[in-house]
Nanobody, 112 residues
Framework: QVQLVESGGGLVQPGGSLRLSCAGY????????MNWFRRAPGKEREWVAT????????NYVDSVKGRFTIARDNTKKMVYLQMNGLEREDTAVYYC?????WGQGTQVTVSS
């Protein structure tokens, strides 16, 4: 059974940092790309970042380039999203994704 379990969200001030984590179970984690998406209040779900199966290739939505870093540890079946320089516009529920499977989401709120 495929499971994606996110953690690491919270409340942070503008300019602050958070690291999101996602554990993946029940599928060939080390052989597949992994994604982060987010859904801000009142907006459509938005793709944020993708990392290749071996971690060598990463891609980001323009709005987070230079601030967010996606990484993975295949030995632990974990994917991470390091978020620095957080802005109020980054407030959203963040989701880990693989194919048609989604985690439960973790709330990130950027506010002073």
């Amino acid at each position: 059974q495929v499971q994606l379990v996110e953690s690491g969200g919270g409340l942070v001030q503008p300019g602050g940092s958070l690291r999101l984590s996602c554990a993946g179970y029940g599928f060939p984690f080390s052989l597949t790309d992994m994604n982060w998406f987010r859904r801000a209040p009142g907006k459509e779900r938005e793709w944020v970042a993708t990392i290749g199966f071996d971690g060598r290739e990463t891609n980001y939505v323009d709005s987070v380039k230079g601030r967010f870093t996606i990484a993975r540890d295949n030995t632990k079946k974990m994917v991470y999203l390091q978020m620095n320089g957080l802005e109020r516009e980054d407030t959203a529920v963040y989701y880990c994704n693989w194919h048609d499977y989604w985690g439960q989401g973790t709330q990130v709120t950027v506010s002073s």
